[in-house]
């Protein structure tokens, strides 16, 4: 067939080609203008041109991670006061621990050798909170039995706008039947922080101090985490209708899922052929799969949009009973990071005697106990696959509750039990699994 083109389109092509020379033009009489107005060359000082600084996009609510600490490494981000506050270990006692076996210490004030109430640990430096619409702390803190706060004793969480000169009061917790009781526990504190409280300046910073009456009167806290929820782009769009230079969405760094058939068939064939058809196709039960954080281009984890690949694994390579679950990268031949999945129950590849177990928060592996409501799983969303497809786990019967890490992600983190409020507000609620394990480091 011959294409003869009809006045009409000529028509049509023309009246493009006019728009197009006279958006050219447009803009050409724009960047002349632009030029005339510019300081000569011989007016500028220094002959330097800076280059424009490439800005990352922040969206309207990303929350972002100021500082965590789990004094695993020393005391972090915080300074403890000239008495009555230090980092202490505790070998031996882990399981208590939220973030492992450190913690810091806070004990009681006497007022001879405190009067400044120094029985506290705050930030040692600045941080930069003017562009935050609002801040949020998260910590745990346990009150022992033995020599702990008594009836009526407290611990407050303060802030400073001006480096540490001056403090305000954010929250008061104090020892009573409806706060929180001397019985070796750890509680979850979660503070917000709003802009009518305090200034939010360049010159930030948190305290804890302590407020019990006795200098042997002790209090626990670990795994601080203090975030800030931006609250607008971090530069105004300026409306133009020339083109951007850059496209407004990264491109992810993995194709999109599609339901276009697998490589390799989805099922393992029987070692023999069975004496009966079969319903469905066989497949081993002991199939291992890594079971890993599931991420999309959205996420900004650790402040960065790159996709990281964390699976959770033993926290020990034997996979022995007692040990803690924590996440690391995924790597397939680490068989530490395989699991086969019985019925609710999540079980080591490697030790399939042992089940994956929340008794105590944190995610341990124990002796599979049948009839133990500790060891069985609830899969919330598009419910369990090997897929990649994403899905929620809770513990059993009760949603409101999260399987997950303590925030952002980062190697060698605990994996426990939290308000699912909280996991959503990291973006870490959601993991996905693939069998046999295929995910190999980060992309």
């Known amino acids: 067939m011959i294409f003869r083109p009809t006045q009409q389109r000529v028509r049509k092509h023309m009246h493009c080609m006019y728009c197009i020379v006279i958006f050219m033009l447009t803009n050409h ?56 506050a230090k980092l202490v270990d505790r070998p031996g006692d882990e399981q208590h621990t939220p973030g492992g076996s450190s913690i810091m210490k806070i004990t009681g004030i006497r007022e001879s050798n405190d009067p400044d109430n120094t029985a506290s640990f705050y930030h040692k430096q600045d941080h930069d909170v003017s562009s935050y619409f609002h801040l949020s702390v998260n910590f745990f803190f346990m009150n ?11 611990f407050v969480l303060e802030a400073s706008s001006n480096s540490g000169n001056d403090w305000t009061e954010l929250e008061r917790w104090t020892m009573d039947e409806d706060s929180f009781k001397d019985d070796d526990r750890f509680y979850e504190a979660d503070v917000t922080i709003e802009r009518s409280k305090i200034e939010f300046t360049e010159n930030f910073r948190l305290r804890f101090r302590s407020n019990a009456g006795g200098s042997k009167d002790r209090l626990y806290i670990d795994d601080i985490a203090f975030s800030g929820k931006m609250s607008r782009p971090s530069q105004k769009p300026t409306d133009s209708t020339r083109p951007t230079h850059y496209p407004s969405r990264f491109p992810t760094s993995i194709p999109s899922e599609s339901l276009a ?5 989805t099922k393992n064939p029987t070692d023999y052929p069975t004496q009966t058809p079969t319903q469905s196709p066989t497949k081993r039960k002991t199939d291992p799969f890594q079971l890993k954080l599931w991420w999309t281009s959205d996420y900004f984890w650790q402040e960065s949009f790159v996709e990281k690949r ?15 679950i924590e996440i690391d990268e995924c790597k397939k031949s680490k068989k530490h990071q395989w699991w086969i999945k019985k019925g609710r129950k999540i079980v080591p590849y490697k030790r399939q005697d042992l089940c994956m177990d929340y008794d105590k928060r944190l995610i341990t ?30 513990p059993m019967n009760n949603l409101n509750k999260c399987f997950t890490n303590s ?37």
Not at 55 to 80: A, M
């Open 29 to 84: 009489l724009h960047y002349a203008l632009s030029v005339a107005d510019r300081p000569s060359q011989s007016s500028i000082s220094s002959p330097k041109q800076e280059q424009p600084q490439e800005k990352e996009w922040r969206t309207l609510e990303e929350k972002v991670t100021i500082t965590f600490d789990d004094f695993e490494n020393g005391k972090g981000s915080y300074e403890t006061g000239p008495t009555n």
């Open 144 to 154: 022992p039995s033995d020599r702990g706060y008594e009836q009526g004793e407290s």
């Open 261 to 265: 058939p697998t490589k390799s068939p």
């Open 365 to 394: 592996i124990e002796k599979c106990d049948a009839a133990s409501e500790t060891q069985k799983f609830t899969f919330d969303k598009d419910g369990f696959n090997t897929n990649k497809n994403r899905f929620e786990i809770h």
């Open 310 to 324: 964390w699976c959770i694994e033993c926290a020990g390579q034997s996979c022995s009973e007692g040990q803690m």
């Open 407 to 443: 925030h952002h992600p980062a190697r060698g983190e605990r994996l426990k039990i939290v308000d699912c409020k909280r996991a959503v507000n990291h973006d870490t609620n959601f993991w996905n699994a693939i069998s046999p394990p295929q995910w190999n480091g980060h992309p």
